[in-house]
């Protein structure tokens, strides 16, 4: 799969942080914690205003890695990642709204979503300005084979609309999901780079990327 040595430690330090090594370059990605949100959804004859408490995504840590290519002369990278299974929970959601006009929903409680055989492909190229490397930005596509939601003590037929139509659901807000995780990922790598990886050491690493540590370089939750 790797074609050089700087894939190969990417490679590395990949499975790594998949397995849990203990590492201070390396922070555990078992359990991601995700802002709450709140927000008003219209459709499929439903109309509810909503709200959850912080959440948690787990399965991150279960991945596989499908297609890495790096460029240390180019400072270009790309990758596809797969998730079998990512599962995102809240201990407390509330929502209150109605169904077809005058039918009255609600609901609280435990919100589970289950995302099957999520498919993620990255693409970014690095640029200077003369003291740090940043991003210019940030290519991103995902997929995924298919939704379970399970909204606890939640009103009929809250839960057989949104399984039943949960990816015309994903594919409506497709875009603005992507931007916002393109903009939350071209910052926080950002920053990250702009502590860790000097314009020298990658100058370094295009000449002989094969000497370059990626292990001793801190890494992020991005």
């Known amino acids: 799969m790797t074609k050089n040595c700087i894939e190969e430690q990417i490679l590395d330090v990949l499975t790594t942080w998949r397995n849990g090594t203990n590492s201070s370059s390396v922070p555990s990605i078992q359990a991601i914690r995700i802002n709450s949100l709140e927000g008003l959804y219209e459709g499929f004859g439903i109309k509810i205003r909503y709200s959850t408490g ?6 991150v840590d279960n991945f596989f890695v499908e297609q890495l290519s790096v460029s240390a002369k180019d400072l270009e990278a790309s990758a596809t990642v797969r998730f079998p299974v990512l599962t995102l929970t809240s201990d407390n959601y509330n929502l209150k709204g109605q169904a077809y006009v005058f039918y009255p929903l609600k609901g609280s409680g435990l919100m589970t979503a289950i995302f099957q055989n999520s498919t993620v492909s990255l693409g970014t190229k690095l640029v200077s300005n003369d003291t740090v ?6 290519n991103l596509t995902f997929s995924v084979e298919n939704i379970q939601i399970d909204l606890e003590k939640s009103s009929w037929p809250i839960n057989a609309v949104l399984n039943s139509n949960a990816m015309q659901i994903l594919e409506r807000y497709r875009s603005e999901m992507v931007a916002a995780a393109k903009d939350m990922l071209k910052q926080t790598i950002n ?7 000097s314009p020298q050491l990658l100058n370094d690493a295009a000449n002989n990327f094969c000497n370059l540590t990626l292990s001793a370089i801190p890494i992020s939750i991005i």
Not at 133 to 138: G, S
């Open 54 to 59: 912080d959440m948690k995504l787990s399965g």
């Open 133 to 138: 490397f940043q991003i210019e930005d940030v």
């Open 191 to 197: 920053d990250h780079l702009a502590t860790t990886i």
